[in-house]
């Protein structure tokens, strides 16, 4: 089956009703993007759980996915009134044929070196390294497959922190893939604690698929034990709604690791934990950074 993509360029006031009006006259999706991505203009949008929602860019690329039978020449003139825009708005439309999007999508993801011991490795692909320690990755709906810099600074601050014995939370876990490497590094306990359902069963999955033993909580279960390593990958903001929970879930002397943090979140972020910790390493890759203390 193929699909029709229509490209629009609109500027920031009209983007939000415009994206609406393409689904209400029959498109499948919208895709919003800034369209100068790519040059040096380019500016990067974010936002986070408890703030003000992100501005548009100033122009915009929507992009509309319509099924190969529509009739784009009817349907976007109609949503361009509806917005009061003007019908005769130039766009472009570019027939995409059907894929195989399994492979597609798995394409993206190859085997990751952590460090020279660790390995994050798709179960779709071969070991690169028998020697090496390896996490079989299958992520399914859940964050965290080894390529992004906020897992992969905190992967590399457990290979650096993690001894034998030790016990481990990770909060927000996603795929599990940093419970599952705490163990595999050689932990005698990791737990691991989301929101999210999906996320838990595919941390279930893989903590299966590399044969270690984790435990994985809904956050709203009440964890009763403490542990001397946590690490907690999400966002600068829940993060901060967190900490007094982090620093109740962290044992006296344990490590606490804070990653999902952008470069001018990371000093507001310290403050706030230098009330449980002696927050003292950073480490950074590309803009996001990883803060880690020990609790007093």
């Known amino acids: 089956m193929s699909f029709l993509s229509v490209t629009l360029i609109v500027d920031a006031r009209c983007v939000e009703a415009l994206s609406d009006a393409l689904i209400e006259h029959g498109a499948l999706s919208v895709d919003v993007a800034d ?11 974010f936002a986070e759980p408890g703030s003000a929602p992100a501005l548009n860019w100033a122009v915009n690329r929507v992009v ?43 394409s993206q993801f190859t085997p990751q070196q952590i460090s020279p011991r660790l390995w994050v490795v798709p179960t779709w692909h071969e070991v690169v390294d028998a020697n090496a320690i ?45 419970a599952i490497a705490a163990m595999k590094l050689g932990a005698r306990r990791a737990q691991g604690v989301d929101i999210d359902e ?11 698929q590399n044969q270690v033993d984790v435990t994985f909580f809904a956050a709203a279960d009440e964890l009763k034990s403490q542990a001397n390593v946590v690490v907690a990958n999400i966002l600068a903001n829940p993060l901060t709604v967190l900490a007094p929970l982090l620093a109740t879930l962290t044992a006296p002397g344990g490590m ?17 934990y230098r009330i449980w910790f002696d927050m003292h390493a950073t480490e950074a890759e590309d803009a996001w950074v990883l803060l880690a203390g020990r609790k007093r």
């Not at 509309?64 to 529509?70: I, K, N, R, T, V």
């Not at 009134?81 to 894929?99: E, F, M, Q, S």
């Not at 965290?144 to 457990?158: A, D, E, F, M, V």
């Not at 069963?201 to 299966?208: F, G, K």
């Open 35 to 45: 369209a100068a991505a790519g040059t040096s203009s380019e500016r990067p949008l």
């Open 64 to 106: 509309a996915l319509f099924a190969q039978d529509a009739d784009p020449a009817a349907a976007v003139p109609d949503a361009l009134r509806a917005v009061a825009l003007p019908p005769t708005t130039p766009y472009g439309v570019d027939r995409i044929d059907d894929k195989d999007w399994v492979r597609l999508s798995q």
């Open 134 to 178: 390896n996490i079989r990755l299958d992520p399914g709906l859940a964050f965290g497959t080894g390529t992004h810099p906020t897992t992969r600074l905190c992967l590399r601050w457990l290979d650096a922190q993690i001894k034998p014995g030790a016990t481990v939370i990770d909060y927000g876990c996603g795929s599990g893939i940093l």
């Open 198 to 208: 999906p996320a838990l069963l595919a941390a279930r999955r893989n903590a299966m």
């Open 256 to 272: 606490i690791a804070l990653s999902g943090i952008l470069a001018p979140q990371a000093d507001e972020l310290r403050d706030v």
